[in-house]
């Protein structure tokens, strides 16, 4: 079941809950691990046969506008996971097998903001991510992505 805070956010936005996004959420609240788009339209095409990859694109696009969803960008693709349960976070992830761990904390946005006033934007958000090794690589324990 999917709590009112899904419900609330598609709905600040002018949204509404189709069975689509209702089945993108319990996908990936339920899968325990972070997802590709791929991954998902699979799952997804148990319940909705005749659902399309783009479909599932789309939505995820949408979902992550909502702030719902977030997008990790990894050297091998695009992964998925659900925000909606999650404080504002950042990724560490390694450039050998791709773990990726969350990482509480926030850069302190203030030194960028000179930059941002000086390119005329107005600033509506932000990603960042730290690219490393794990000790499970360094230590040669682990086969890489390939």
Known sequence: M?????LDALKKKGYK???QRRKIIEVLRQAGRRLTAREIHQIMRQALPGISLDTVYRNLHLLGDVGLVHQIILPSGAVYEITGD?????HL???DCEKVVC?????????FSEQVDRQGYDLV?????????CPECRQGNKKPVV
């Open 2 to 6: 999917l709590t009112p805070t899904y």
């Open 86 to 90: 999650l404080c504002h976070h950042h």
């Open 125 to 133: 958000g932000h990603t960042f991510a730290l690219h490393g090794r």
């Open 17 to 19: 809950l189709t069975s």
């Open 103 to 111: 990482i509480p904390c926030c850069p302190d946005l203030k030194d």
């Open 93 to 95: 992830i390694c450039v």
